[in-house]
């Protein structure tokens, strides 16, 4: 039978230029290498420390069989060093290796972040000193097989080559709060490999140096005379009870029955009501130390704190302590964006003792004489203060007002201070502000009081109906007002 005879229906075409999702997946990670332009590394002097350097990231999503992934390249970057660049040696190792080799960059201080998982720099970044790495995230489900964790390598290793990316990039598996990594590095014929193990109990010999250095030296595997180890070690002291220390950044209040104005009320409040610090750690380091000069046994240590040659103290902070002058400073500045009038918030009281039986009688307003009689005064000072009582209690907004105003009472203690004692410190003058302890001080500390501890926005506004009252008051008896400049 002839091949004209056969049927077309009978012939069976594989298209090998359909690609398959494993060389998509790879594909991709080749794209997104090329657009961040992996494959000219920036270089930096290798003394600069990853310590003092600004971390930054930026990640893509991709696919691969049904999961999902982000990767992220990490790197750091050293402000002011643009011009300290240098250009990439022929011949040499990877810059990667010489990073992991080096020891400046041992013990990095760690920035718990907000998630309380994750650290700045990353965790990569302490345990093998690298200052620029990519890392590949699974966004669901962990990658728990091993032969999972083998293709996905697989297809990294691949991508690299393809694209001369000299970077090392890691595939994150296990649990996430587990922080497993397997890596790989590979450029100028060297491959270097980046393995994890997780144990459950550590081993006798790995709790003491001597059988790290035992477990060390075997994995070298080296028949000639190695040179001896450089160790560099922390040890780390958490203090994760504070309780015995007691917290006293309580606010203040207003006495109820005998109202004052104390010290505590004259200023805005500062302070944590709850613990600002969860945990404190005591860190005590060895940088560079042979192995011949220093003993770490099961018997015998000479990693004494009292003796460690550094030490240093980090702190984590609480996460959103409630903070006395942070909650004032926002309740105020939410009255300030308020679009609520007086009248909405204190009702009648806003409107009564307005002067409108002297708007009836204008030309006698205008008339009269400008010096008033005692009589006129004190009657009309009394009358002002008769009335249904407003969000703040009667004896508490008299003792504010005779604060703001303390020549009311002969027997006042709150006098403003003279022109020469009120002038502001060399701080002050930098600023946009009053004089300290000025008519214009003393209300915005007022103020804030009111609106954090005697009625919130009705409060505020009942202490600004008094306060404009007086004025008024003051106005119209053509009474000096204390406490501003003259």
Known sequence: MSTEDLDDADLYHVDFTTASEWEVFIARIEEIIQEWKL???????????????????RSENLS????????????????????????????????????VMSSDNDFPALELLKNGDETRPHVLA????????????????????????????SS???????????????????????????GICEGRGVRSEFEMVHLKKVPPQCKYLTGLLSVFKSKVGSSLAVEPVTVAAKFSYILPDWSIF?????????????????PELRELPFGSI?????????STYWPEILESVVVDSETYSDFEPLDAPIWAVSITPTDNPVCLLTDYLTEFVLLATSNLSAEELLGDLATRDQGAGDMMQPFSVLTESRIPSLTGILTSHASRKRGTEGPIPHKIIMAIIKYLFPEMDTNSKYHYPSEGESEKSSTQQRMKTCNVDSLVWRLSVMM??????????????HLWHEFCQELRFRWTATLPIPGVPS
């Open 39 to 57: 494959f000219n590394r920036n270089l930096y002097p290798p003394k600069l420390k990853i310590s003092s350097a600004k971390w930054e990231s």
């Open 64 to 99: 691969f069989a049904d999961f999902e992934f982000t990767i992220t390249h990490h790197y750091a970057k050293f402000p002011g060093t643009e011009n300290l660049l240098i250009e990439e040696g022929k011949g040499h190792l990877p810059e990667a290796l010489e990073e």
């Open 126 to 153: 302490r345990w093998y000193g690298l200052r620029d790495f990519i890392v590949l995230t699974p966004v669901k489900e962990a990658i728990t097989q091993e032969s999972k964790l083998k293709v996905l390598l």
């Open 156 to 182: 990294l290793c691949i991508a690299v080559n393809n694209t001369s990316c000299e970077l090392p990039i890691f595939v994150r598996s296990m649990e996430l709060r587990q922080h497993f990594y397997m």
């Open 246 to 262: 007691a917290v006293n950044a309580n606010p203040p209040s207003f006495d109820q029955e005998f109202p004052e104005i104390t």
């Open 274 to 282: 709850c613990e600002p610090i969860s945990t404190l750690t005591l």
């Open 448 to 461: 804030a009081h009111a609106l954090h501890m005697l009625g919130g926005s009705k409060a505020a506004a």
